[in-house]
């Protein structure tokens, strides 16, 4: 049966997360009820991974069979005319072998995470980033995330909800940059825990304004237990940014 | 009486623009409501320049006048509490010479317009740029934009509903970037006409797809003839950026 990847922008404010759960309004559903109405097939639509509620999407991936075959334009505006009254749009598709796999074919997952520095409350960017008031010390937040770098058990940046079997993950990079009033953190790693990106990008904003030194982030990652590590930076900062295969 | 200059900040979704009317919701009436419940002071809010419905604004200027002094911070939390359920916000305020005038003391106004070329509808931008799926060449626009630039008399690119006695206009500049999907057209000049900034992008779009060559553009404006122009670029793409004094 032929196989497509899906390329998925959302915006993820007003809508439940990624995943297909009891309760509605998840962007998973809403893509599966999209299709179900241009195809008639019930299909479950497998993606890279699971993003919390709020939580923005540049290129989130999935793939999803289908009994009949489609040509890829068909795909694409098929399921934008079921999703035009929502906020999420698929922006490219492929027929893809059926070894692929959304989730455990990925090798490298990109987040990025948005801070805006201003007194003012955000009024464009309000649910698309975080305002911080206070001006945040970026060398120091960069110097803190180098230690976190490489090959570490991250129990203290998991959330109590998480469900992996291991906290050990590889880190690949996280790169802080700050271009007027915006700060970014751009964040990879093959895979990461429930909150994980939420808990380092909270607790590098505390690096920021002087509540914890750098050199802390060994301790917090020897300690293994969240409370020695920061808050959990709010959803509406986040974006997937992309996924390598 | 003390008069203050306010910066303001506002997504154009959802209202009727800036200038107060008879149906409600515009940025001008509800910063006005604002103001009077912390000052119990019914002011008129002078804005710089009116702003269609759908137009955002990154720093609007506006002056009002109080009886009693208030510290800029305080003007700025007060105006930014009651607004705080709205999409607007006062990001700076300055306590100014009573010579100051919002409208009359501008030398330059700047806007920019923001399209994305992506095939796919828009979806974090979506109310936020002109979603355009042809690719567009961004060098013939540019040629065309060079020609609008100086003094002309502009009727071809005015809105009917235009109520300035004198249509001939000084366009100080018009620059077209292209960074990735995103084009941007930075516009700026002394005072615009009504719908001036959005004939002038629909024009240049038609340019830069080829449904017009830019050695017609000195035609148009000889024309003196809205006809002969453009189409009128969405509100939603267009951002009002700052003003000189």
Redesign the interface.
Known sequence: VPRYKIII???GRGVNGWQRQKNPNTIQEKIEEAIYKFSRQEVVVHGSGRTDAGV?A?AQVAHFDLAKHYDTHTI?NAI?FYL?SD??????AFLVDEKFHARFSAKCRHYKYMIIN???????E?H?AWGIRTDLDVCAMQKAANLLIGNHDFTSFRAKSCQAKSAIKTMNFINITKSENVITVAIAAPSFLHHMVRNIVGTLVMVGKANFMPNQIPLMLAAKDRASAGITAPACGLYFVKVEY
């Open positions: 922008e959302y915006d923005h540049l694409i934008n035009r906020n999420i749009g698929i922006k490219e201003q007194e003012a409350p955000l009024v464009l309000r698309r």
